[in-house]
T-cell receptor, first 110, second 113 residues
Framework: GQQVMQIPQYQHVQEGEDFTTYCNSS?????IQWYKQRPGGHPVFLIQ?????EVKKQKRLTFQFGEAKKNSSLHITATQTTDVGTYFC??????????FGTGTRLQVTL | DAGVTQSPTHLIKTRGQHVTLRCSPI?????VSWYQQVLGQGPQFIFQYYEKEERGRGNFPDRFSARQFPNYSSELNVNALLLGDSALYLC????????????FGSGTQLSVL
């Protein structure tokens, strides 16, 4: 069956360092979305990627969708304390089951 | 404009009881989906509804049911509550369906004692 792994589970960085989280699927994805959830909050939409090889940027955030549409990444340049939270990928799984990745928890310290 | 609203915000129940959670989507949104999030884990998909019809169902037992009303609001019902049902229940709305941006409510925190 379809499996999507999100790595790493947790990353602790110093403010100013870069951060990347990856979602890797065993099968081709039709599209992928990324969400951020602050501690105690709810998921907030960041981006949707649909096309093979697509790259989108939002200020310090860069999102990529692999050529084979089996993997995606979120890269944050020069992290800030406001980037703290858990980042999830979301994809349309088998039988229209909306499935979140396991999430990457980002901790940023000064 | 109001965002997605969920009620109640917190709820305490005992094992074996029944619970109904409510969700009002953003005006104009016709799709609602429900998620269970246990502390420290990602949201798990329960149901998706579009135009009052079920469009997707996650791996949850039949104790979980939902419906969508003509005004596009939705209810999630859980029967015969178990301790393991304690979680944050999130509702999300979107314009039409699964492949669109989801707007989440703040959730209902359910504690089963």
């Amino acid at each position: 069956g379809q499996q999507v792994m999100q790595i790493p589970q947790y990353q602790h960085v110093q403010e100013g360092e870069d951060f990347t989280t990856y979602c890797n699927s065993s099968t081709t994805l039709s599209n992928i979305q990324w969400y951020k959830q602050r501690p105690g909050g709810h998921p907030v939409f960041l981006i949707q990627l649909v096309k093979s090889g697509e790259v989108k940027k939002q200020k310090r955030l860069t999102f990529q969708f692999g050529e084979a549409k089996k993997n995606s990444s979120l890269h944050i340049t020069a992290t800030q304390t406001t980037d703290v939270g858990t980042y999830f990928c979301l994809y349309d799984g088998t039988a229209s089951k909306l499935t979140f990745g396991t999430g990457t928890r980002l901790q940023v310290t000064l | 404009d109001a965002g997605v609203t969920q009620s109640p915000t917190h709820l305490i129940k005992t094992r074996g009881q029944h619970v109904t959670l409510r969700c009002s989507p953003i005006s104009g949104h016709k799709s609602v989906s429900w998620y269970q999030q246990v502390l420290g884990q990602g949201p798990q998909f329960i149901f998706q509804y579009y135009e009052k019809e079920e469009r997707g169902r996650g791996n949850f037992p039949d104790r979980f049911s939902a419906r969508q009303f003509p005004n596009y609001s939705s209810e999630l019902n859980v029967n015969a509550l178990l301790l393991g049902d304690s979680a944050l229940y999130l509702c999300a709305s979107s314009l039409q369906g699964a492949r669109e941006k989801l707007f989440f409510g703040s959730g209902t925190q359910l504690s089963v004692l």
